[in-house]
């Protein structure tokens, strides 16, 4: 077996048990399974170097157990933005602060609420709050400051005072349902004070001692080891067995909410508070009390959930003293650590700040410094990228960093190379960049002894052998037919952060062009079954599951992830988002146009302008071909007049500002549905009260239709929304 048939072996394998674990679809016998299961476990005992993180044999637990079943979580679970200094720190509390004055300013001008053209916050914390404007000075703000656990992050669900569900984080908007593992972690009780609805976040994590020791315990049977306690602990929690997932030990230690009924919590919060000693608290008015995030962390210990060991309220000028304590800590606790979390305490603040794409603005994880080692560079190897660009690469001998295996790290180009002086055989310290990224950071110049090789900048492209141009710091393969980079390119259009085409992986795309059955992006969705059935390892389900998910992505993916998908540079995830605002007319937007866009500048602007203007046929032959979705601003325009657009535009108008919640199932995506109403100035809210203006009614609507029709509010039924918005 060669090393590419290795890697191969690998795809194929993990798309058999996603088929087998998951999707409850066998595509592949247990026999030809195991066969093929065993040739690669062979070909790892003779390459250890080489063995592929993604390998099955390297798989903690079974990450593809995805026969569980998917729910959704009623507040979206969102990610916390890092900070890995002190001047990152310092230029995030600047960030808090002018959002802040800003939001101060709006509101001093729209209304005497503090929350007037606010977002909305997950725990409706202010939906009834009356707190009326007050000057905000950032010194005297508190935080409440607590250590960021590495583990799997969990959402429980109560409901009257009983765990109802336990979902695993997902994509943040839908997770796994694995409650009944979460039944077997003694640290999670099975009922709680709190009468309420409330979701719970925290992290399951595996203590460092019974990690070493479910580690020497596999050791002595000759099974695999977990890489660290933060696999072990997700590997856990994803079987369907829960005996074994109640041996390993798990724990879980709470560090949020979601939903929670603002009532129930400022009742159980108040008494909390005063020991109990408060009669008919049901009586006492929201404005009477104030808590904070560090209260309501502090009532969850008081639920029965297990302490933080170190949870403070602070204020700015304390920030940095509290974080070096804990680092100074980090080791002493019996759980892996990877950070620091900030979060700012006043909820009602917290609302105003809302959220960006990704994360709160009210919050963000100040990260420990990234584990380090000593590496040898053993060799260089050059990368082709889907633009062309040459990256050397450091190959080493496998080392262990923070629990996983590295024999790899980008030099990033040539310029970098000669900047530090790196050869070849040099003793350098590598470091895991956000605990993500191996990166190299220092050549230690003082061990060397002579043997070291200078590295050659590479003349002609390591594919194509085409000659290689240099510019700036980067080198580049200008071939247009040079294979490697059209690969790469396919490979990042199909990816799951692009046109998400599921199993249309990189070994699946050697195989397609290699056998020059794709020879540009179009080919893929001209494929046939009977020449897929024709390569090797394609069986029918194999070849009829990839079309489908082909034929899927035809007017099923927004037009950001079209031209995210074309990889052009400059233009990441972030910028396409921007740019598809403008519609399917983006495409035809001149240089100075695309400039005046939020955060683009002369670069970005040249970049995405050439390429449309390069490659303007290519990009009709894709877009007829895909029928990407575009923004709702500019979706008629394909089969509309820009009249017709603008008429559709306001008999919306109406939306604008107003408090909307959907229930029900429509044709088009809820999260979909839910950016298009935010476009004409919606604000979407997950729960029914007397402030909702409009509920979006689609079918198998639920009880939230019934409590509309109880309050009077209007109510629009899915064919007047989706025609509307078509």
């Known amino acids: 077996m060669t090393h590419q048939e290795y890697l191969k072996s690998i795809n194929t394998l993990n798309l058999y048990a996603k088929h087998y674990y998951e999707l409850d679809d066998p595509i592949a016998s247990d026999l030809e399974y195991d066969k093929l299961y065993e040739a690669v476990r062979k070909y790892e005992e003779e390459h250890s170097s080489d063995i592929a993180p993604d390998s099955p044999t390297q798989r903690v637990g079974h990450n593809v157990l995805a026969s569980f079943e998917k729910r959704q979580h009623i507040t979206r679970m969102w990610s916390l933005e890092d900070v890995f200094n002190q001047n990152d720190l310092r230029d995030w509390l600047q960030k808090l602060h002018n959002s802040i004055i800003r939001n101060q300013s709006l509101d001093s001008k729209k209304s005497n609420s503090l929350f007037a053209n606010s977002n909305e916050f997950d725990s409706k914390a202010s939906a009834k709050s009356k707190k009326q404007i007050k000057t905000y000075n950032t010194n005297n703000l508190e935080f409440c400051i607590s250590p960021k656990y590495d583990g799997m992050s969990l959402s429980l669900l109560y409901d009257n005072g009983r765990l109802e569900h336990a979902i695993t984080r997902g994509n943040g908007l839908i997770g796994e349902l694995v409650t009944h593992n979460a039944k077997v972690i003694e640290s999670i009780p099975q009922n709680i004070s709190y009468l309420g609805q409330i979701e719970i976040r925290g992290e399951v994590v595996m203590s460092k001692r019974n990690f070493d020791n479910l580690n020497q315990t596999r050791q002595k049977e000759q099974k695999t080891l977990f890489a660290n306690a933060r696999n072990a602990a997700a590997g856990s929690m994803r079987q369907l067995d829960s005996t074994l997932t109640k041996q390993r030990k798990l724990d879980f230690i709470p560090w949020g909410i979601g939903y929670y009924d603002v009532d129930e919590m400022q009742k159980f919060i108040l008494g909390d508070i005063q020991d109990s000693k408060v009669n008919n608290i049901s009586k006492i008015e929201s404005s009477q009390i104030e808590f904070g995030f560090y209260d309501i962390l502090q009532s969850l210990q008081a639920m029965g959930f297990r302490n933080h060991y170190y949870l403070k309220r602070v204020q700015v000028k304390d920030i940095e003293s509290s974080y070096q304590e804990l680092l100074s800590k980090r080791e002493e606790f019996e759980f892996l650590l990877d950070g620091f979390v900030i979060v700012l305490d006043d909820l009602y603040l917290q609302e105003a700040l809302g959220f960006t794409q990704k994360a709160p603005r009210f919050a963000c994880a100040y990260k420990f410094p990234a584990h380090e080692t000593t590496i040898q560079i053993e060799s260089i190897s050059w990368q082709v990228g889907r633009t062309g660009i040459i990256t050397p690469v450091a190959n080493f001998e496998p080392v262990r960093l923070d629990g996983a295996s590295i024999s790899r790290a980008t030099l990033h180009n040539f310029k970098e190379i000669e900047r530090n002086d790196i050869r070849i055989g040099d003793y350098c310290l590598l470091i895991r960049s956000g605990d993500v990224i191996p990166k190299i950071t220092k050549v230690m110049k003082e061990r060397r002894n002579g043997s070291e090789i200078y590295i050659q900048k590479p003349a002609r492209c390591p594919d194509c052998n085409h000659n290689l141009h240099f510019e700036d710091i980067f080198i ?103 740019i598809a605002t403008f519609g399917l007319a983006c495409f035809d937007m001149s240089k100075e146009e695309i400039i005046n866009i939020d955060g683009f500048g002369v670069e970005l602007a040249e970049s995405f302008s050439s390429f449309c203007r390069d490659n303007m046929t290519f990009l009709q032959e894709l877009l007829e071909i895909t029928k990407p979705i575009p923004h709702l601003q500019d979706a008629p325009s394909t089969y509309k007049s820009q009249k017709s657009l603008n008429n559709n535009l306001q008999s919306l108008a109406y939306l604008s500002g107003k408090t909307c919640v959907i229930t029900g199932t429509f044709t088009i995506g809820r999260d979909i549905l839910k950016s298009r109403l935010e476009e004409l100035g919606a604000r979407v809210s997950s729960s029914i009260s007397s402030k909702t203006d409009f509920l979006l009614a689609g079918e198998s609507a639920g009880s939230k239709l019934k409590k509309a029709m109880d309050l009077n509010i209007k109510i629009l039924k899915k064919d007047d929304i989706l025609e509307l918005l078509q």
């Open 476 to 578: 580049y393969c200008q071939n247009p037919n040079c294979i490697a980079k059209f690969k790469a390119s396919l490979t990042h259009f199909a990816s799951k952060k692009a046109f998400n085409i599921d199993g249309l992986g990189e070994s699946i795309i050697d195989l397609l062009v290699d056998s020059k059955l794709v020879s540009q992006i179009r080919d893929i969705y001209s494929l046939q079954k009977d020449s897929l059935l024709q390569l090797h390892s394609f069986k029918e389900k194999k070849a009829q599951n990839l079309l489908n998910a082909i034929y899927d992505s035809i007017g099923n993916r927004e037009l950001w992830r079209f031209i995210h998908a074309l990889g052009i540079l400059h233009i990441g995830e972030v910028a396409s988002k921007k």
